[in-house]
């Protein structure tokens, strides 16, 4: 591409001029732009370089209008515009808005519209029905209106952080997913209620859930956004069977599709993991952190699968601790293969690791609370650490021996380490 002061054979039939991508978009731009004038403005992107002409862009973009006033006496004929939002595509779109071409404003580019005219200048203080009014119309009504397109919008600025925070563009979307989902769930509540052959009415427990089809929209999101869009449909009220079966269905995504670290423990490959990325950490993070508090909105093999990535990602003290006092409130529904956690220290120390298990067993053991006993109404006590219920114990102690008869046979523990207590 030429690059140098060479002003004035900048006619836009120079291909050169032209080094996008695609030969087709070339085609497509010399198609718009009016062949009869010669141009007298280079725009440089990210992605290429248009001939265009200062008029109709000084007419609606208010930072191309100062860049040339500012130059008035130069006659400036070449603008960089590199760290520009959306790059090639978006301010192709931006300048066809410019010479008064149509295009169709969608949910794959009213993001970067937002964004480019905000960088663009492209407002209402410059010229009436300016792109940024056009784009926000859209976002407003339209976009707010679907679930489907705030996702796919939430996905477009992914690309365009910290910008696209900054004009809010995701902030409605997440508001507008959060509101949405509510409303289903509501619906869907309704559409299961029905009488009894007694004439009471009852919530058939049943009938599959309708309201969370959202679920498989949102596991396409980029963690951050995820993690963003859970927490305002926790505020919001969602249920939190819904939030936890999005929750899983964002791990099994995220996580087993790369690595085995959902593998049952029988057939544990610890040279698989070496592998995995940071991205599986802070998902396994924001995972745990919007665990619902209800004991059984996730099943608990979900908290275990949780706990040997935490494990093998080596995720902070703080998630893992919150896991195994998950699990350690609801030891009782745990099996065997459950707490068969691999060892995934290297040192060839012990097949499996005991001290996450003893840890789970402590605090099971010190159950703050136990929701028996508040629902016989002795809310009295309450406020005293309650012990957990004999059945409990009764299930808890079995596993407990079930366990240490199966990994006795490992030769390097050091049988100190199980609790006698339990």
């Known amino acids: 591409m030429d690059r140098g002061g060479d002003k004035h054979h900048h006619h836009h039939h120079h291909p050169q001029q032209l080094p996008l991508a695609k030969s087709a978009r070339q085609h497509r731009y010399n198609e718009w732009i009016f062949r009869d004038v010669p141009s007298d403005i280079t725009i440089e992107v990210n992605g290429g370089a248009f001939s265009l002409h200062k008029f109709p862009l000084v007419s609606r973009s208010g930072r191309i209008r100062k860049l040339v006033a500012e130059h008035r006496d130069s006659d400036i004929s070449r603008v960089e515009l590199l760290n520009l939002p959306g790059g090639a595509e978006t301010f192709e779109l931006a300048a066809k808005f410019c010479y008064g071409i149509n295009f169709e404003i969608t949910s794959a580019n009213v993001a970067q519209l937002c964004c480019i005219s905000d960088f663009l200048e492209m407002t209402e203080e410059f010229s009436k029905d300016n792109l940024g009014s056009r784009a926000e119309e859209y976002l407003e009504s339209i976009v707010c209106k679907s679930l489907e397109m705030c996702v796919e919008v939430l996905q477009q600025c992914e690309a365009l952080l910290p910008l696209a925070d900054e004009l809010r563009v995701v902030s409605r979307c997440i508001d507008a997913i959060a509101s949405k989902a509510c409303v289903e769930q509501i619906a869907s509540s309704f559409s299961r209620l029905e009488y009894s052959s007694s004439g009471r009415l009852h919530m058939n427990r049943q009938a599959k859930c309708d309201g969370d089809w959202w679920i498989e929209d949102l596991s396409g999101l980029r963690v951050d956004l995820y993690q963003r869009v859970i927490t305002?449909?926790?505020?919001?009220?969602?249920?939190?069977?819904?939030?936890?079966?999005?929750?899983?269905?964002?791990?099994?995504?995220?996580?087993?599709?790369?690595?085995?670290?959902?593998?049952?423990?029988?057939?544990?490959?610890?040279?698989?993991?070496?592998?995995?990325?940071?991205?599986?950490?802070?998902?396994?993070?924001?995972?745990?952190?919007?665990?619902?508090?209800?004991?059984?909105?996730?099943?608990?093999?979900?908290?275990?699968?949780?706990?040997?990535?935490?494990?093998?990602?080596?995720?902070?003290?703080?998630?893992?601790?919150?896991?195994?006092?998950?699990?350690?409130?609801?030891?009782?529904?745990?099996?065997?293969?459950?707490?068969?956690?691999?060892?995934?220290?290297?040192?060839?120390?012990?097949?499996?690791?005991?001290?996450?298990?003893?840890?789970?067993?402590?605090?099971?053991?010190?159950?703050?609370?136990?929701?028996e006993e508040m629902e016989d109404g002795s809310v009295f006590e309450s406020d005293s650490p309650h012990s957990p219920s004999q059945t409990a114990l009764f299930k808890v102690s079995k596993l407990v021996d079930n366990y240490l008869s199966e990994i006795a046979p490992d030769a390097n523990l050091k049988l100190a380490k199980i609790p006698s207590h339990c």
């Not at 993070?285 to 093999?301: D, G, Q, R």
């Not at 935490?310 to 998950?326: P, S």
């Open 232 to 371: 305002a449909m926790k505020c919001r009220g969602v249920r939190p069977e819904s939030i936890g079966a999005s929750l899983m269905n964002y791990a099994q995504k995220e996580l087993t599709k790369k690595s085995s670290l959902w593998n049952p423990p029988g057939q544990t490959k610890v040279d698989v993991i070496s592998v995995s990325t940071g991205n599986e950490k802070l998902v396994v993070e924001a995972i745990v952190s919007l665990l619902p508090v209800e004991k059984l909105a996730v099943p608990i093999n979900f908290l275990f699968g949780l706990l040997r990535s935490a494990v093998i990602l080596d995720c902070t003290i703080a998630c893992r601790l919150d896991l195994e006092r998950r699990i350690g409130s609801q030891l009782d529904i745990a099996t065997l293969d459950d707490l068969l956690i691999p060892s995934f220290k290297h040192s060839g120390d012990t097949l499996f690791d005991v001290e996450t298990v003893h840890r789970i067993l402590i605090n099971f053991s010190q159950q703050e609370d136990s929701e």
